[in-house]
DNA sequence: GAAGAAGGTCACTAGGTCAA
DNA sequence: TTGACCTAGTGACCTTCTTC
């Protein structure tokens, strides 16, 4: 078959306009101009688009294929294959939608016993996200140290479950903020310590904070498996995240303190990935953070533990599932999040032997050079717990 | 901008037509709108498409044909006389639409307290599906080879479409069969390049296949690169299904055939994967090899059918979410799916140069043993061409 | 910055469904 | 068989780019 992508070049601007009385070439009709590549009417060009641009269903023709002028319209075989014979051509789009999806979206639930689907959260769905929303946003903006740029919070947590918020802001404000102007070489290493422990307490707060998590009832080893992965992975949302609005990561900070320079690779190409390939929104990050944080696939032992946590996850995609359809977005964005959780995951499995490597050896010297007068930090402690 | 600032209510589509309180012109009752070329009611108009269009019953009135008013219902006779008589016309028909595929999904009745949803497959998803699956069990059943065990393939396709899988079958039946008996060594070469001849055909008869994936309009180097990944992907697809069903693959096969040890590993580890982590049913296979064989992620430049693939992937998402809700099965499932079809995409780009480092060392040893008297392997030639 | 073309909207209607 | 109600394709008319 010829390529037929030589296609002619197309009369634009004020030119040479379309005269009175030239015809379709589709459908023998008064001609508006041309449309897709070809002279035709308007009913033909909302039909090609609609077909083929939109990607609706194509059907055999009852004639044989033999339909023609004005009929031509009735039937969607022959009238696309005229469109396609006289130079019509999808080299013309410029954007894609998909209306069929929406069309389904719009169902309203009927009164019988059987509801048909409709693409709106409940509230529980939306007291869950306005909770999850509110926190991150506090955590994304919150300094990590005292160099940081801190961004604004205000007016952007408005519209969330404001109480538990402020509880949030609270409970993080008790953490003992890491200071990174190392007075001596032993700062350094305070200085490391508080920033995991930070993170870790951060989680904490967080993991306690998902509504329907029922945080106590998990059995310890479960908790220290969600907090010691949690805080390799979340970070690094908040990161992309902070990239996103407009505060670049920072390489440095991580540069000779004796982490491996793969480990550092790893989670910049993970950031970058979050930041340039996902570019979510900030309800969505906050979504993919709790799905982070909740994951049951990283050695949960316990069959209960693994089951809630399952169904908070499928909680929590139902809800971005349908937040994703209000906002018009396309499932394979859903798909692409997901695919991110799965590096994610691949990440901190990975490197979780390396970081915690390099923090043992952190506390070695930490140990040797001081009888360590035991700052207290909650959340390093808990995970530092699990391991031998 | 400040067009004129009076009330001028910004209208979108088309004007209003009718008013209320114009009368049926057979009935006199009130009016739905132009049907069939007069203003009607809606019973006059099923009436008129159910008579003339389909039934094109008739039977003698009792009254001599004095019928009138709203009794002009009751009485099939005069009804349609005075249709006709107010101009209403069987030229109005269109084609008759896509009968739907008989309902094999039947809404499952609730018992639980916890469903409150329940989606459907519409036609098109049904069609869509119907082929989906009816091609994917031929292609699955197909001996790849006369050594590998056949499945049955009676009974299975019996709900599906069955016209355009018949139409597979017949295609598929004239690709060459690839005969493992090696008479003499280069037996050996040519076995390869039948099957891989036969995967990449396969996928062509597949991929032209695919509702509304309209293969001639794509580019020849988006073919090429959809051919050439999926002759990758699914046959790995395929052997994981088959190994649902009962035949486990066959390693052998590949060993001492001169393919590197790490290819052979990766492909045996998703085969794995995909039969014991995601044990999917058949509907699901073939709508994951689906998307498998239309991902546009991998190098398609044209932005235009990069476009056309990332519709055809979210119809089939689509119908695989709605899918798995009808089989109570959890949004995770889908993400699993996503996350395997992510690792088959990892193996295909890790190792197509390795792949095709091997099909030409074949072919060099084999043009220099014989003067190739060139069999036409329509498949591989198609996907040869792309290559330097 | 105006003409022309791409894309969006939505009332309208062909055609299907199903309980009565 | 009927008709209330639904689904989804249509096309008149509109807005939003893009090009000259
Ligand atoms: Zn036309
Ligand atoms: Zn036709
Ligand atoms: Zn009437
Ligand atoms: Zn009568």
């Known amino acids: ?78 009238r696309l294959a005229k469109c396609e014979l006289v130079g019509m051509n999808a080299d013309y789009i410029r954007d894609l939608r998909i209306r069929s999806i929406r069309r389904r979206i719009q169902k309203i639930p009927t009164n019988g016993q059987l509801m048909k689907f409709s693409e709106t959260l409940d509230p529980f769905q939306e007291n869950f996200l306005a909770i999850l929303e509110g926190f991150w946003i506090i955590y994304r903006n919150k300094q990590a140290n005292i160099h940081e740029p801190s961004l604004d919070t205000t007016g952007a947590v408005q519209r969330t479950a404001y109480e538990v918020v402020v509880n949030f802001e609270n409970k993080l404000s ?86 491996r320079d793969w480990v550092i690779e790893h989670m910049f190409a993970i950031i970058e990935d979050f930041s340039i390939k996902l570019h979510p929104d900030s309800y969505e990050t906050a979504l993919i953070a709790a799905l982070a944080a909740t994951s049951p696939d990283r050695g949960i032992t316990s069959a209960v533990d693994y089951k809630i946590l399952s169904n908070i996850q499928e909680t929590i995609l139902e809800i971005l599932r349908i937040k994703l359809g209000i906002d018009r977005k396309q499932l394979k ?56």
Request: glycine share 8%.
């Open 333 to 388: 964005v859903l798909a692409s999040f997901v695919a991110f959780l799965q590096k994610l995951r691949e990440y901190s499995h990975n490197s979780s032997e390396e970081w915690w490597r390099f923090i043992s050896h952190k506390k070695k010297i930490f140990m040797a050079q001081q009888q360590e007068k035991e700052v207290v930090r909650t959340g390093m402690d808990f995970v530092a717990q699990g391991r031998t």
């Open 174 to 259: 008790t953490i003992k903020q890491p200071n990174p102007f190392f007075q001596i070489a032993l700062d350094r290493l305070h200085f490391v310590k508080d920033v995991i422990n930070l993170h870790a307490s951060m989680m904490l707060v967080f993991l306690e904070a998902i509504p329907s998590i029922r945080w106590h009832q998990l059995q310890e080893e479960t908790k220290r498996e969600l907090i010691t992965f949690g805080t390799m992975e979340i970070p690094l949302i908040r990161s992309g995240s902070r990239s996103l609005s407009g505060i670049p990561p920072n390489r440095g900070q991580f540069e000779g303190t004796g982490l």
């Open 1 to 78: 078959m010829s390529t037929g992508a030589t296609s002619t070049p197309r009369k634009r601007g004020p030119e040479k306009k379309i005269q009175p009385g030239e015809l379709c070439q589709v459908c023998n009709e008064q001609a508006t101009g041309f449309n897709y590549g070809a002279l035709t009417c308007n009913p033909c060009k909302s039909f090609f688009r609609r077909t083929v641009l939109e990607n609706n269903l194509t059907q055999k023709c009852d004639r044989g294929g033999a339909c023609y002028g004005k009929f031509i319209r009735r039937c969607i075989d022959c």
